[in-house]
């Protein structure tokens, strides 16, 4: 079946500029994740839904980040503004119940982000 | 708060050679551990977990790790390598209920 999906796969992005990260999930899970993973470094959380409940939001680095699901199936992360040190992968992930972060994620390509 | 610390960036063995990936972590209380692989342009994968049952776990393409708790690592081994083992490799550390924290990642190079 389909895995979790990330668009773009690439974007590059002048710095100042807003950039919008598509997720979908595997069908049916409940729990969804961001990550942000730098040149070099191993993927960092951002925030995580359960359903459209944003849960924790606690690794969000700015208030230039901003992440929403509204209904719940695809989720959106929005960078404002967009800096220099925003450059990374952006990592969705995704799993099947409500348990939290001890449910087993899986993993989209992710989203490469270069700003200039 | 808990860490995870991968020894080697970087790990290049010949084709058919042991491969060993070293991990340590730091947790007040024993976490669950896991290693995940990543291949270009593919999705983080699930090579295998630990979460407090058997010390020596199992995972997929003949993978396994060793929770030790003295040593506070979890190292990860194959007994022969194969080309399509060559990808980075993640480390992750699970506590209570706060996000997985990964390591910094080790690349598996795989010569033929």
């Known amino acids: 079946g389909a895995g979790v999906s990330q668009s773009p796969r690439y974007k590059v992005a002048k710095r100042g500029q807003d950039v919008a990260l598509r997720c979908d999930p595997i069908?049916?899970?409940?729990?969804l994740f961001w990550y942000q993973q730098a040149l070099g470094q191993g993927p960092e959380f951002l925030t995580y839904?359960?359903?459209?409940?944003?849960?924790?939001k606690s690794g969000l680095p700015s208030d230039r980040f901003f992440a929403e699901r509204p209904e719940g199936s695809v989720s959106t992360l929005k960078i404002q503004r967009t800096q220099q040190e925003d450059s990374a992968v952006y990592l969705c992930?995704?799993?099947?119940?409500?348990?939290?972060?001890?449910?087993?994620?899986?993993f989209g390509p992710g989203t490469r982000l270069l700003v200039l | 708060a808990q860490s995870v610390t991968q020894l080697d960036s970087h790990v290049s063995v010949s084709e058919g050679t042991p491969v060993l990936l070293r991990c340590n972590y730091s947790?007040?209380?024993?976490?669950?551990l896991f290693w995940y692989v990543q291949h270009p342009n593919k999705g983080l994968q699930l090579l295998l977990k630990?979460?407090?049952?058997?010390?020596l776990v199992k995972g997929i393409n003949g993978f396994e790790a060793e929770f030790k708790k003295s040593e506070t690592s979890f190292h990860l081994t194959k007994p022969s390598a194969h080309m399509s083992d060559a990808a980075e490799y993640f480390c992750?550390?699970?506590?209570?209920?706060?996000?997985?924290?990964f390591g910094k990642g080790t690349r598996l190079s795989v010569i033929a």
């Open positions: 992750v550390a699970l506590s209570g209920n706060t996000p997985l924290v």
């Open positions: 947790s007040s209380y024993s976490p669950s």
């Open positions: 839904f359960q359903n459209e409940a944003q849960l924790d």
């Open positions: 992930a995704s799993s099947p119940r409500a348990g939290g972060y001890q449910e087993t994620q899986y």
């Open positions: 069908s049916g899970h409940v729990s």
């Open positions: 630990y979460t407090s049952a058997a010390t």
